[in-house]
């Protein structure tokens, strides 16, 4: 069974209704009685459970169950509720988890929640100014869903969920994989929160273009008998490279059996020392400018070079080597074109798909929320 969970209430609807065309085109060649598609989505009749079905030889999406409107689909609530109907109808079964929706990583760069004019900065465009980009000590900091919130009919702003509350919404060990169909997810601190969650993790560390999956080409590798997760990223990955003029994307298969391996070297390397490497000359992988996502193995690097002897201490080499491994065991596929989203070159000899956060254990709002995530409490502990 796999479940898309759909935040679409919001400027991506009709790219949504592009998806479900590709994912109708994906089911007609896959036994639908024996592989299960259901999707949860926002129609004008309120939020739904759907199932692919085939009616006289042609899928179509039928309503399992329809849900009313008192919750947000970026609540904790209806995600659990979701997902826990969906594992009911089909029970112990295996099991994938598609997240469908704009992400923020672990951070949500806009300051306009609390703030009327704000919300009317938001509700008039999808990305603020930067005269609404996060200060350093703004407290909302949700990092996926995107939906549009309305008052009275109205709408009054955008609204996220934490990554730590949409990590308590989805159960352990229930789903074979998890796949953010949405920007910037592959980030360590988002991967390590939801470590309980799945076998394999996928994600982009940039962004991903507002038409996101090709389904209809990247379903059949996961839906079926083949079940070729590394075969599905790479779909993804040479459909936008594969354009007459090439779009950027960048995608990572990660095996979540080996991320406290990764966890393991990182807290080490940052137990070496507390200089930080110089942002100036790390891959960033954000066009939001005061939220960047640096390259996870590139940053750690650095931050071996800026915080252990290169020529008298032997933990220089110890360390690069043991990152290196730990993911190369972490990181079985990744790839990205290119070029970014700011059209800059991405350095592949710097490219880990997977970003980090340059903490700086700062006495505000952000980092104290840093300080509630489990890649925190792992890494910056001083004993394991």
């Known amino acids: 069974m796999t479940l898309v969970y759909a935040v679409n209430h919001n400027n991506l609807s009709s790219d949504l209704d592009a998806n479900q065309n590709q994912m109708l085109q994906a089911m007609a060649n896959i036994d639908a009685d024996a592989y299960k598609l259901l999707v949860y989505k926002y129609t004008s009749d309120g939020p739904g459970l759907y199932e692919v079905r085939n009616s006289n030889g042609k899928p179509e999406f039928t309503l399992l169950k329809q849900y009313d409107e008192s919750l947000l689909s970026v609540t904790k609530e209806r995600i659990s509720e979701v997902i826990d109907d969906a594992l009911d109808y089909y029970p112990e079964v295996e099991s994938n988890l598609f997240f469908w929706g704009h992400g923020l990583g672990w951070v949500n760069p806009y300051k306009y929640l609390n703030n009327s004019k704000g919300r009317q900065a938001i509700s008039n465009s999808n990305l603020p100014s930067d005269e609404y980009a996060l200060s350093a000590t703004v407290p909302e900091l949700y990092g996926y869903g995107g939906e549009y919130v309305y008052e009275d009919g109205v709408r009054v702003g955008t609204d996220y969920l934490d990554i730590d509350q949409l990590a308590e919404a989805i159960p352990d060990n229930k789903f074979d994989m998890i796949w953010f169909d949405c920007c910037y997810m ?9 470590r309980n969650k799945c ?8 962004e991903i273009m507002a038409e996101g999956l090709p389904y209809d080409k990247v379903l059949p590798k996961i839906i079926g008998k ?12 040479e459909y936008y490279v594969g354009k007459s ?3 950027a994307v960048s995608v990572a298969v990660m095996d979540m059996s080996r991320i406290e391996e990764v966890a393991s070297v990182a807290h080490d390397i940052f137990m070496s020392g507390e200089e930080r490497p110089q942002e100036s000359g790390l891959q960033n992988y954000s066009r939001l ?11 750690l690097r650095e931050y071996v070079c800026v915080n252990t002897d290169e020529n008298s201490n ?3 080499g110890v360390f690069k080597e043991r990152l290196n491994r730990a993911l190369d065991g972490f990181v079985v596929f990744s790839a990205a074109s290119d070029k970014d989203f700011n059209y800059r070159p991405i350095n592949k000899e710097h490219f880990s798909g997977l970003s980090i956060h340059n903490f700086k254990n700062q006495a505000s709002d952000r980092d104290d929320y840093y300080r509630k995530l489990d890649w925190y409490s792992r890494v910056w502990s001083q004993t394991e």
């Open 186 to 194: 592959s980030g360590i601190e988002v991967a390590y929160q939801l």
């Open 199 to 206: 076998e394999t993790f996928v994600a982009y560390p940039t």
């Open 226 to 237: 083949s079940n070729d997760k590394i075969g599905a990223a790479r779909a993804l990955y």
């Open 245 to 247: 003029t090439p779009e």
């Open 314 to 316: 032997d933990n220089f």
């Open 289 to 299: 400018r005061l939220t960047p996502y640096y390259d996870f193995g590139q940053y």
